[in-house]
């Protein structure tokens, strides 16, 4: 029960998620968009994920996915099950919690990097609480 959208807290910064997007959509071959790794922000965690083109590997976002903590990671799963549309918005804390308990002592990236078009879920996830993923400087 938001209050209403832009008091959803993600769980996740937009940048860690831009960074997972561009990685996913380069290794499923999908449109690739925004991927020029000269953002602005060079700290930015999208700068740093993509510092080098030659770092776009399966090993590399599996890596990335590791590294955030187990909210972080709970999150990816929920925002991937609402851009495929599992659960809407408004069950944003239900998706999270069970994401939450299903993601418990297992590998995270490989879950996620077994969905489907798993980049452009993430972005419709992200777009159903009106942000967007297009947005976010890299």
Not at 30 to 59: F, I, W
């Amino acid at each position: 029960m938001a209050d209403d959208d832009d008091d959803v807290d993600l769980g996740i910064s937009l940048e860690a998620v831009a960074a997972i997007v561009d990685h996913a959509r380069a290794l499923q071959g999908t449109e690739e968009t925004g991927t020029d790794p000269t953002g602005e922000d060079e700290n930015s965690e999208a700068a740093l994920l993509e510092e080098d083109p030659d770092d776009l590997t399966e090993e590399s976002l599996r890596a990335f996915i590791a590294e955030l903590n187990e909210d972080e990671q709970a999150s990816l799963i929920a925002l991937a099950w609402i851009g495929r549309g599992d659960y809407g918005t408004e069950e944003w804390d239900e998706a999270r919690a069970l994401a939450a308990e299903r993601n418990e002592g297992r590998d995270t990236a490989e879950y996620l990097l077994q969905i489907d078009n798993l980049g452009d879920l993430l972005a419709e996830g992200v777009a159903a609480f009106g942000f967007s993923i297009e947005d976010v400087e890299r």
